[in-house]
């Protein structure tokens, strides 16, 4: 259980610089991203929450879904204890994206329209899912390994990093995000060079 632990406090460093990125300004670090003037994360945390508490605007998202042929998933709200959670959230909004515009737009509110995304969020939060999706597709395959030890665990942990340094390499303007990550991970995998677990679980491997 240490490395999904260390694999979500890599998540968690992630989502930090997300928010402290300063996106009215974004020009000066991520040129790509410089039309995205807020966290799209943050926007899909508030609207899914918003949606979730009122049983009417769900009924009418549910409703909105249907109409365009849409499959009618339940929004998934982020919660801070659940792993992947962010993640699942995104790839949700990611997969109803029409649907959810088409919500905003109908919705004459003001509690809703402050929620709605530009083109440029929206391909923001998907570059975050790129991202995200990395530490997901490890922490869903090392419950299932039949041997969960450390000589599996391990090269998957440097797989993990050597996706992110791939991900980085494919899209500099994300270099600043993604560090955040690997250099949690690095952290950690360091400390495993001078334990004795470590070598003999690589040796049998």
Known sequence: RYFPHIVNLACKAILAAITKMKYIHACNTCPQYAAAVHNPIAIVQSLVQVICASSLWCQEFSSILESLGLKDLQLICDVDTRWSSTYLMIECILELEEGVKEFIEQNGTEEIQKYKLSDPEWATLK?????????????????????????????SFEGMMGAWEKLKNDNPDLTNIIQAGLDKLEAYHNRTDVVPAYIFSMSMY
């Open 127 to 155: 570059h975050f899912k790129a991202i995200l999706a990395v530490p997901h597709a490890f922490q869903q395959k090392l419950p299932h390994e039949k041997t969960p030890t450390l000589c599996y665990a391990l090269p």
